[in-house]
């Protein structure tokens, strides 16, 4: 009902001095002088005050000027079980305002202010002015039962001329969301929209999600406790509770232990500028005041609350977890098991034909201090005679020499340990372990008589594992145990500071409520404590027990091959591949700690910690292929400190790349030449077998080789099979370098493990080959690693290709690849490569460990170099 216009002064006081009581009248008349004080003398222009009792669901299409105030009063029911939501909707009619119209909203708790036009600010300054308002009251919680409140809409201008207006208030409806129920809903960055939730009775934790079929707009959804006043703007949502940027789906799992009152608000806010999710930016303002139209910013979104896993199925999944990885040492275990049986039933038929006295020159045995004879058995010399008799048979073949005689004997019987040596090995096993025992390998490597000795050798046209494993095997083991030992001090080293770090990112996510600090899956990212997402940190364990069940294996190993050589078996001393085992130490190392840093990358991952995931899979890669190297060249493989020197400078790369590298052609290119500078020096180094010398002389012996052996006389090149593969990789590694300068992919990291992953698989196909093409075989159990390997390895890159998320876009364009989860509802596809890729992992080093079982029996110079 309209009223005539009066005087400020009795009518108010006399009208609501029975509603309110004396004290809140006073209140409420402090409040007007206040309103009317703001600004420049407003107090005296304002002449006139308007009260309207306003309804519901009713436009008023009304004019305000500097001399008069308009108050509109609403009044609605309120309860303790119901909620009901309240909207107030504004348009301003006129055009080219010199001054906004201010509307201000006093409710029993709250007080909420806004002026239109509303001028967002967006990035550099600029102003996006809006018409057209939409704001949700907030409805504070009451006690009573049932309670009428009043609120009072009050509506001035500092413009002398008359200003137009719409005003509507109508109530909202859905504002309580319902569990499980989608609802459809539009906001704009000047009219943003926001819901309440309440926890169902035994529900610990549900998953908002909010989703919309458009890009753009850039949204906001924000998750804010039940108070006054709410922050449903641009530039105060991030003020409080949890919040994150969207562009076609968002995400935040909330728990019911952060919200006391056991209820919260879903808000949701467009964006004035695209930027924050990716899209493109507008020009920069000519003038510093002059306002940008933002045009139509509407989007249309779906909400929906639904029940998050319960604790049951966090105990599913990592029993899950723990029952996939302990099969795995249940199998070994069972696998050793037969083994070792097959191996005693072996040695005990070998045993009954080996002790006649017409083929038996000397049989000894150690007494132990109990009297008894001690029993150590090799499982690298228990192995089947035939099969090696032939592949060392096709290697003399193919190397023109004539084969070896039949390999000694280590046989266990009852706890007791017999030595057997055979005639023609006695006295050449003596004469070499002697020559054996006085090189050490500082000597060797300055003596200028061994030096010469090195060239004679190294650069013969067939060489034999024996020509390379000719320093003393305790100064070798020595030397590889540094690789141990060093990847174990640079573990602590590094984990220490990334565990603080993470630790502190995980801190800050949950104090500021930042979701855009870490790319989770969002859509499957189940809390645990501090934790936001568990279950990505949970799937990492089968990198640390598989790592672990790696070393216990070479333990075993190692343990039973110094058994060995203790009883100085021939096999031991002078047949297979030099048995060095700190290189695996180093791998299954790398293994664990790759688990524990991928494990503390999921803590928060981003592009600034994507490093931790990374630098031990350059470890893993590197290690893998100097193993493979050492096999046949124990003698020339790098040092530990050489070694993880270049390891270091790999990683330094990566930290640059990811820093400086996105779409900075300069840095593309200095990698690149340095890329190829590289790989020319390392494809030098392997096949003069480390017999050259990088001085001022490089480039004159260079001309005279490419002289003699190009124009001159044309001759091919001495070292066939090395030529070959150096050629491969040479073709691998200049087409990465010309792939990254070209397209220069913004993940940098990724790119270089890309690169290391392709060396590892060349070297390892030519080794197979070159393994097969000598005549040497693959024993079932190295056949079967390699093919349940490889099957595992591509479902793992299968799961890995998934990109659930990136860092390489915004975190609201990240958000667009999120997923559910796909195994127990717990783990989701990035989780299955984790644990597949831990298993290929693991496989791959078992294939490295045996591949090459088959050559125990097989004399050194029989077995030849590649």
């Known amino acids: 009902m309209l009223r005539d216009k009066m005087l400020l002064g009795s009518h108010w006081k006399s009208r609501y001095k029975n509603t309110f009581g004396p004290d809140a009248g006073v209140l409420l008349w402090l409040c007007v002088v206040a309103l009317l004080a703001c600004g420049n003398g407003a107090l005296g222009e304002t002449k006139y005050v308007i009260q309207k009792e306003g309804e519901f669901d009713v436009i008023y299409n009304d004019t305000v000027t500097s001399e008069n105030l308009t108050i509109y009063t609403f009044n609605h029911t309120v309860s303790r079980t119901?909620?009901?939501?309240?909207?107030?909707?504004?348009?301003?009619?006129?055009?080219?305002?010199?001054?906004?119209?201010?509307?201000?909203?006093?409710?029993?708790?709250?007080?909420?202010s806004f002026q239109v036009p509303l001028i967002l600010r967006g990035l550099y300054q600029r102003k996006y002015p809006y018409d057209h308002l939409g704001r949700t009251l907030c409805q504070p919680p009451t006690r009573a039962a049932s309670e009428t409140q009043f609120f009072f809409i009050d509506v001035s201008t500092l413009s002398s001329q008359d200003t137009n207006y719409q005003l509507r208030v109508s109530r909202v409806e859905s504002f309580i969301l319902q569990t499980e129920t989608k609802f459809s809903f539009t906001a704009s960055p000047s009219q943003p929209q926001y819901f309440k939730y309440v926890f169902p009775e035994g529900v610990d934790t549900v998953i908002v999600k909010v989703s919309s079929d458009m890009n753009f707009p850039c949204s906001v959804m924000s998750i804010q406790d039940i108070q006054c006043p709410v922050y449903d703007l641009d530039n105060n949502v991030a003020f409080i509770g949890m919040y994150q940027t969207m562009t076609k789906k968002g995400a935040i799992t909330v728990q019911?232990?952060?919200?006391?009152?056991?209820?919260?608000?879903?808000?949701?806010?467009?964006?004035?500028?695209?930027?924050?999710?990716?899209?493109?930016?507008?020009?920069?303002?000519?003038?510093?005041d002059e306002l940008i139209d933002a045009g139509n910013r509407s989007k249309t979104l779906d909400v929906v609350v639904s029940l998050a896993i319960k604790s049951e199925v966090y105990v599913m999944g990592m029993l899950l977890c723990l029952g996939i990885f302990l099969s795995f040492y249940l199998?070994?275990?069972?696998?050793?098991?037969?083994?070792?049986?097959?191996a005693r039933r072996r040695e005990l038929f070998e045993n009954i034909d080996d002790t006649?006295?017409?083929?038996?020159?000397?049989?000894?045995?150690?007494?132990?201090?109990?009297?008894?004879?001690?029993?150590?058995?090799?499982?690298?010399?228990?192995?089947?005679?035939?099969?090696?008799?032939?592949?060392?048979?096709?290697?003399?073949?193919?190397?023109?020499?004539e084969p070896f005689k039949r390999r000694p004997i280590v046989t266990q019987l009852h706890h007791t340990t017999i030595c057997i040596e055979r005639t023609g090995w006695k006295s050449a096993g003596r004469s070499r372990q002697e020559s054996l025992s006085s090189i050490e390998e500082d000597d060797y490597d300055t003596l200028d008589d061994i030096n010469s000795d090195k060239n004679i050798v190294r650069t013969k046209k067939y060489l034999c594992v024996s020509d390379l494993s000719r320093k003393d095997k305790r100064v070798l083991s020595k030397?590889?145990?540094?690789?141990?030992?060093?990847?174990?001090?640079i573990a602590v080293f590094y984990a220490l500071p990334v565990i603080q770090l993470v630790i502190t990112y995980q801190t800050v996510v949950n104090v500021t409520g930042n979701q855009d600090i870490c790319y989770y899956n969002f859509m499957c990212a189940h809390p645990l404590g501090a934790l936001s997402a568990f279950n990505n940190i949970l799937s990492n364990l089968g990198y640390v027990m598989l790592g672990l069940l790696f070393l216990l294996i070479v333990l075993k190993r190692d343990i039973v091959h110094n058994r060995a050589l203790a009883c100085n078996e021939v096999n031991a001393l002078e047949c297979g591949i030099p048995k060095h085992f700190g290189l695996f130490y180093a791998m299954g190392t790398a293994l664990m700690m790759e688990g524990l840093l991928s494990a503390c990358y999921h803590v928060c991952p981003n592009y600034t910690n994507f490093q931790f995931d990374t630098s031990f899979m350059y470890m893993i890669a590197g290690l893998c292929m100097l193993k493979l190297y050492q096999k046949r060249h124990p003698d020339i493989n790098a040092s530990a400190y050489t070694a993880y020197a270049c390891l270091a400078a790999v990683i330094f790369f990566s930290v640059l790349g990811v820093v400086f590298g996105r779409g900075n052609t300069v840095f593309w290119i200095v990698f690149s030449v340095i890329h190829i500078l590289a790989t020319l020096l390392l494809s030098t180094q392997l096949y003069y077998m480390g017999r050259w010398r990088l001085d001022s002389g490089i480039v004159r012996r260079m001309v005279y080789v490419v002289y003699t052996d190009c124009i001159r006389q044309c001759t091919g090149p001495t070292y066939i099979d090395r030529m070959v593969l150096l050629v491969m990789g040479n073709i691998v590694n200049w087409s990465l370098a010309a792939y990254g300068l070209i397209e220069r992919p913004n993940d940098f990291a990724s790119y270089l493990l890309a690169i290391a992953i392709c060396n590892l698989l060349l070297y390892f196909a030519f080794y197979i080959i070159m393994k097969l093409r000598s005549g040497e075989r693959i024993q079932c159990l190295a056949l079967v690693c390699i093919l349940f390997t490889a099957v595992v390895w591509g479902f793992a890159l299968y799961f890995f290709f998934q990109g659930l998320s990136t860092w390489q876009k915004t975190p609201a364009e990240s958000r667009e690849h999120n997923r559910d989860c796909i195994l127990l509802s717990f783990f989701d596809d990035h989780d299955i490569w984790h644990f597949l890729s831990s298993i290929a992992m693991f496989g791959s080093f078992l294939v490295l460990l045996t591949m090459d079982d088959d050559l125990d029996t097989v004399q050194r110079d029989k077995i030849y170099v590649f």
């Open 331 to 342: 199998v070994t275990l069972l696998v050793a098991c037969v083994a070792n049986k097959r």
């Open 479 to 489: 030397k590889y145990q540094i690789y141990f030992w060093n990847i174990a001090t």
């Open 82 to 112: 119901k909620t009901e939501g309240v909207r107030v909707s504004v348009d301003v009619l006129s055009q080219n305002l010199k001054s906004p119209i201010l509307f201000v909203v006093r409710q029993k708790q709250a007080v909420l």
């Open 256 to 288: 019911r232990k952060d919200f006391p009152s056991n209820s919260f608000y879903v808000v949701v806010v467009v964006k004035t500028e695209d930027e924050a999710c990716g899209g493109p930016l507008r020009f920069y303002p000519l003038r510093p």
């Open 356 to 401: 006649s006295p017409a083929e038996t020159d000397k049989v000894t045995a150690s007494p132990n201090e109990y009297g008894s004879l001690d029993s150590t058995v090799s499982s690298e010399a228990v192995t089947e005679s035939a099969p090696s008799l032939d592949s060392a048979a096709s290697a003399d073949h193919y190397m023109g020499r």
